[in-house]
C-alpha cells in the first residue's frame, strides 16, 4: 500500500506524519516505524505521528518514538501536527486535540505555534537535579559548559539509572545564560540519543529553573542546538498552570511512502 507522508520540524526535531484518518496504517507494526525513522535505511525522523478522528476533539494524536514504540507526550510533535492539521485544512488558528495525557488547546499565531501542556503540581527535588513529568518524564541537571558537555555518553548512563529503571527518564542538560535565558541540550529515551531540541524538556526545564529559584520570570527562552522555544506559565498554589510551549512548526518535504 502506497501513502503520502509529510516531514515536519520544530526547532531542529523531526518527524514523520500521515494522515490517519481512514485508519490504514497498521498501528501494532513497530518494525515498520522504526525502519521509517532510521536515518539511513528509512526517512529519518526522531519520531513517528499519526492524525487520526477524535470524538471529543478536532483530532488526535499518536505518537511514536523512533524505536518504534508508542509513547509519551511529545510536545514538539504535538506543535507539528497543529501545524499539519491546519495545512490540511482541518483547522485554522485555534483548535483542541487528544493526545496520550488527554487534551491540549494550540493556537497559530503570526506562523509560530503554541501548544498548551498539562499542569505540572510536583517537582522533585534531588541533590544533584529536579525530577518532573510534563507530560514525559525529565530529569533537570545544571552544568557548566554546556556546549563542550557529554550528552550522549552521560545521558544514556542516567537514563537507566535508579529510580528511572527499565522505563527510564528523559535527560536534559542545563546552563543558565540569564535571568530568563537557558541553554538546553537533551538525551531522549526511544531515541536513545541527543535531539535537537525536546518540547516536554524545555518545559521541564523552564519549570524547574523556576522552582529552583533560578529564575523568577514566568516566561523562559530556552535555547536548543535546533533553535529558540519559549515556555510561558503560571506559579500557583497548586503548582504550575496555563503552559504554554511556543515555537515554530515546519514542513520540510513531503513523499510516498510502502506500507
Excluded at 3 to 27: A, S
Excluded at 32 to 51: K, N, P, Q, T, V
Amino acid at each position: 500500500m502506497t501513502m503520502t507522508f509529510y516531514k515536519y520540524q520544530g526547532t531542529g526535531n523531526d518527524f514523520i506524519i500521515v494522515d490517519n484518518r481512514l485508519q490504514l496504517i497498521d498501528k501494532n507494526d513497530t518494525k515498520r516505524i522504526a525502519e521509517l525513522c532510521d536515518r539511513r535505511f528509512g526517512i529519518g525522523a526522531d519520531g513517528f505521528i499519526l492524525l487520526e478522528n477524535d470524538t471529543s476533539s478536532d483530532f488526535k494524536m499518536v505518537y511514536y518514538n523512533a524505536d518504534g514504540n508508542e509513547s509519551s507526550m511529545c510536545g514538539n510533535g504535538g506543535r507539528c501536527i497543529t501545524a499539519f492539521a491546519k495545512y490540511l485544512d482541518i483547522i485554522k488558528d485555534t483548535a483542541i486535540f487528544n493526545a496520550i495525557d488527554g487534551l491540549h488547546n494550540v493556537k497559530i499565531e503570526k506562523g509560530i505555534v503554541h501548544l498548551k501542556m498539562q499542569n505540572v503540581d510536583d517537582v522533585e527535588t534531588h541533590q544533584d537535579h529536579l525530577f518532573l513529568d510534563t507530560g514525559s518524564p525529565h530529569h533537570v541537571q545544571l552544568v557548566s559548559i554546556l556546549s563542550k558537555f557529554d550528552v550522549k555518553s552521560i545521558g544514556s548512563k542516567i537514563r537507566y539509572d535508579e529510580p528511572y529503571g527499565e522505563a527510564g527518564s528523559n535527560i536534559n542538560f542545563v546552563e543558565k545564560i540569564s535571568e530568563s535565558n537557558f541553554a538546553v541540550r537533551t538525551y531522549e529515551r526511544g531515541v536513545e540519543d541527543e535531539t535537537l531540541s525536546c518540547g516536554t524538556g524545555v518545559t521541564a526545564v523552564a519549570l524547574a529553573m523556576h522552582y529552583s529559584g533560578k529564575t523568577m520570570a514566568n516566561e523562559v527562552t530556552l535555547d536548543t542546538l535546533g533553535g529558540k522555544l519559549n515556555v510561558s506559565f503560571e506559579n500557583t498554589k497548586n503548582g504550575y498552570e496555563d503552559i504554554w510551549l511556543i515555537g515554530p512548526a515546519e514542513l520540510v518535504f513531503k513523499g510516498e511512502l510502502e506500507w
